[in-house]
């Protein structure tokens, strides 16, 4: 085999953001939004990368230097991706690489995530690695650590696994939840936020106030432990509520956003069974959880507060070859 095209899906956060960096659980969910690598092998020598999504247009360099020297920031995951399994592996032939994607990079589904897992399975697949889930999480997790220096990995193991799932910093546990569907609904801020920047807003409140914040990155945990309980019950009333209090710790982060709370009240208004912003924090998603019958005037209540309904079914399915 020469050539092979994967994808693996974006994800949502749906409670324990910021804790589960600091070996707490969260709970993660893949969604039907799919980053796309076709992957190619070459007889040059030479490392190709076409991604237009993020402005990434026949880029080229020799294999002997992948992951030195400038690398453009929509190359980084994949560049140092192939770095990583070419090192591991004593792999030196030519590659060529193009990417896409069914969302914008805007909306914080991780496809820089997404991209990285696609590479890595492609380039299994293609070289015979047998790398199994667990091998290419870790391979993935450790190209966004090389490259960020900071994250849990959830957003890895949801495109390599799909579903919904516990998780915990760096993959100590990830198990898949037995549950079928989660009456989600997604709203879009509008506005982009930085990862890095917030965990470490976040670090700064630790550092002043140490007691107060591990004590609220416990208290998430415990939320997360309900939550992932209720999750299998399917009971979205207390799933809401607990996400409704979860959102209430984030507040004391200092990561939510005027824009992002009035989103989150709106649905509250309107019926649902709970909200809370998603990911990071400082922009991107807030999810709201609402019965069938309220689903048409949350959504509603949420534009009417500016911001944008992002249709996505969750649980979507893991990192899979398509041809
Ligand atoms: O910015 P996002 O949507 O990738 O979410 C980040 C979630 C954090 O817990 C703040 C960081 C992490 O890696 O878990």
Redesign the pocket.
């Known amino acids: 085999m020469t050539k092979i095209t994967v994808s693996a899906p974006g994800k949502l956060?749906l409670l324990g953001?910021?804790a589960?960096?600091y070996n707490h659980p969260c709970l993660v969910t893949a969604v039907d939004q799919r980053m796309t690598a076709t992957v190619e092998k070459t007889h040059d020598a030479l490392f190709r990368l076409d991604a237009p999504d993020v402005h990434i247009s026949r880029y080229v360099k020799p294999i002997s230097e992948i992951g030195s020297g400038n690398i453009p920031k929509g190359a980084q995951f994949v560049e140092v991706a192939v770095k990583n399994v070419y090192k591991k592996y004593h792999l030196s032939e030519g590659v060529s690489i193009e990417t896409s994607s069914e969302f914008s990079a805007l909306f914080?589904f991780?496809s820089s995530s997404a991209s990285t897992v696609c590479v890595v399975k492609a380039l299994s697949e293609l070289f015979n690695l047998r790398l199994n889930e667990k091998d290419i999480f870790d391979l993935a997790y450790a190209t966004v650590l090389d490259i960020q220096g900071k994250?849990?990995g959830?957003?890895i193991a949801a495109a390599v696994y799909g579903g919904t799932l516990y998780f915990v910093t760096g993959g100590q546990k990830i198990e898949k939840l037995p549950i079928q569907s989660v009456p989600l609904i997604i709203g879009y801020s509008g506005l982009k936020?930085d990862?890095v920047t917030?965990?470490n807003k976040v670090a700064e409140k630790a550092k002043k106030y140490p007691e107060v914040i591990q004590n609220t990155y416990e208290q998430i945990d415990k939320l997360v432990e309900l939550a992932k309980d209720a999750l299998i019950k399917g009971d979205w009333q207390r799933v809401g509520e607990l996400i409704d209090i979860n959102q209430g710790y984030l507040e004391l982060l200092g990561v939510s956003t005027q824009k992002l709370s009035s989103m989150i009240y709106a649905a509250r208004d309107n019926g649902a069974f709970g909200a809370k912003l998603s990911?990071?924090g400082g922009g991107?998603c807030m999810i709201a959880l609402a019965p069938k019958d309220t689903t048409n005037s949350v959504q509603k209540a949420i534009e009417q507060a500016g911001g944008t309904i992002i249709s996505v079914k969750p649980n979507d399915q893991g990192v899979r070859i398509e041809t």
């Open positions: 956060m953001e910021h589960v960096v914080g991780g994250g849990s959830f957003d936020a990862t917030l965990i990911g990071a991107d």
